[in-house]
């Protein structure tokens, strides 16, 4: 047994022995005589005998690292999970329903098929009743003990990748983010952003301040005639830049699906909103009239 569980540190860096484990057989990593030892069950017996040990075995068990409480074995199985989480997605933000794939070599073994998601829903509604050194290792991950403020920092992550696609935070109301994309963090799959956004620019009043701050570093925009304001002049600027031009017929509807034109801008009608700029030019803020004319917008229908 001791020669299975010191080859089991040795590979793995721990005696964190799944219940379930067996030495695999013709496995040349393990001395032949541990080959098909029940490892994991084993262990259990372990704890359950341990005052009935040698002090001599005990010791040499001590010395790789045993852990003889078995929740202390859980809480460490699930620490290692989650400092395992945060180094592939590079924060804790995990979705509820999120379980340790298994037989992914990225994880630990021992992790495999953990429910970690439901885990640190449990963490945050008995914080205290976890043990201090417990409450400390699980900050110095930079655990999220509150669920707003991990659906924040959820969005907060939808909202600087949105950004880094796309240049702008002009989101249409109706965008999801797309499920198995490797551009977007996978814990913000399928988050109606636009919807969040919507949201958030009804409750700017009630935000944290230092929410509010973050959003500004990201230049969001709060005021919805201010967003479309901003999505019709990037539909503008790149009819100038595609045409050369701003002489964009009355019926002109920016087309779907090309690349050429920013997602959020498709389907535009942007010939009818020159026309009613046109119309309404006293009515444009001033620093709306100075960016049309930095286009070199033709305000005049007879001038086109």
């Known amino acids: 047994k001791l020669a299975a569980l010191t080859t089991y540190k040795k590979l793995h860096g721990n005696s964190l022995i799944p219940q379930k484990f067996v030495v695999p057989i013709n496995d040349p990593s393990w001395p032949e005589e541990t080959w098909n030892l029940r490892l994991g069950i084993n262990v259990k017996s ?19 690292g045993f852990v003889w409480d078995g929740l202390e074995y859980k809480w460490l199985r699930n620490l290692t999970a989650l400092t395992t989480y945060n180094k592939l997605h590079g924060n804790l933000l995990i979705p509820i329903k999120f379980v340790v794939p298994i037989n992914d070599p990225n994880w630990p073994e021992e992790t495999w098929n953990l429910k970690i998601g439901a885990f640190v829903k449990r963490l945050r509604t008995r914080r205290d009743n976890l043990l201090p050194e417990h409450q400390h290792e699980l900050d110095k991950l930079g655990f999220v003990w509150s669920q707003l403020e991990d659906e924040w920092q959820l969005k907060l992550a939808a909202l600087t990748t949105y950004k880094k696609l796309h240049g702008n935070l002009l989101i249409p109301q109706k965008f999801v983010v797309p499920i198995n994309d490797p551009n977007w963090p996978e814990e913000t799959w399928n988050l109606r952003l636009g919807i969040s956004v919507a949201y958030l620019r009804t409750r700017r009043d009630n935000l944290l301040p230092e929410h509010q701050h973050e959003l500004d570093k990201l230049s969001f925009v709060w005021s919805q005639l201010e ?36 997602e959020e801008t498709w389907n535009l009608k942007i010939g009818a909103f020159v026309k009613r700029l046109r119309a309404r030019r006293d009515n444009l803020l001033s620093e709306h009239q100075h960016e049309l004319d930095k286009l070199g917008f033709v305000w005049s229908q007879l001038e086109y």
């Open 46 to 64: 372990l704890r359950s005998y341990r005052d009935n040990l040698l002090p001599e075995h005990r010791n040499d068990l001590d010395k790789l």
């Open 227 to 262: 967003d479309d304001w901003q999505l019709k002049l990037a539909a503008l600027t790149t009819y100038k830049k595609l045409h050369e031009n701003l002489f964009v017929p009355n019926r002109f509807v920016v087309p779907s699906d090309d690349p050429k034109w920013p």
